[in-house]
């Protein structure tokens, strides 16, 4: 674990984090894992919401401020969402992996719609929400609706790895209305990104030499990458895009499968 972390903090860069469905199976709990993390050099990583019940470790969100000196300065212009997946299911009648549960929906829902009005309401006020991203590592059953013909990448794994139950998050975040992303990792030859219901759906890459892979295939790291819109005056505003691709490590460090994940539309 320090050492994946490790050239983030010798970089000197923030770095925020979520636990897999494998991380108990060292020497800490998935507890332990998470108090480790939050207490590393340049985390932005939080053990959970302070007052808040919530199943799982490493529930949080961080908000990104508008450019310093102009008039979102003091609003986040976006919000990420980090969310524990879980594992594997504890209810003896229901068998596979975790997922995300009640407890966690709900603080997603209040934390959301608190970032929504914070960000509409008040000077200047913005006519649409910040946009959000998601993150955790199981896949939602969402991610079964792609087919070759509707999303961007490869599907190689016999099906996609979720866990046997919908606990209905994804529902959650479309009402929400401001995840524009999600990103997950678990099934490490799936590598795609699809959109069902205005959200996109993302793999993250599979990244890991630790982990199993397959011959001839290079190990991979989604990088998502987003810009602000710019005023006629020159100031800075909110986002204007959210755009994404992968960076393969291979002897040329090559960049594959661009593609813009969400853009505000130009009456916004």
Known sequence: ??????????????????????????????????????????TLARFNPQGVEIDGYGNYNLEVAGVEGTL?????????????????????????????????????????????????????????????????HIPLPEFNNFTASNFTGV???KGISSASINSGFFNTMV????????????????????KLTGIQLCYAGGFGYHAYGMAGWSRRARVVSVQLEKAAS???QGV???????????????????EVLWKRSSNS
Not at 15 to 39: F, I, K, P, Y
Not at 117 to 126: D, K
Not at 175 to 194: P, R
């Open 72 to 136: 979102l300065a003091n609003k986040s212009v976006l919000n990420m969402y980090f969310l524990d997946s879980g594992d594997y299911s504890t209810v003896p009648s229901i068998h596979g992996y975790g997922w995300i549960k009640a407890s966690q929906e709900a603080w997603f829902r209040q934390t959301s719609s608190s970032l929504q009005q914070n960000y509409t309401g008040g000077q200047p006020r913005q006519k649409e929400p910040a946009p959000g991203l998601a993150y955790f």
């Open 234 to 236: 020159g100031e800075w």
């Open 240 to 258: 204007k895009s959210i755009n994404t691709w992968k960076r393969l490590d291979d002897q040329h460090l090559t960049t594959i499968d661009s």
């Open 175 to 194: 009402e929400a209305g401001d995840v524009k992303a999600a990103f997950v990792g678990h099934d490490h030859l799936n590598d795609f990104c699809g």
């Open 1 to 42: 674990m320090d050492a994946a972390i490790a050239p983030a903090i010798a970089m000197k860069l923030p770095w925020a984090a979520v636990l897999g469905n494998h991380d108990q199976e060292g020497t800490l709990s998935r507890e332990g894992v998470m108090r480790h993390l939050v207490g590393m050099k340049n």
């Open 155 to 157: 599907k190689q794994e």
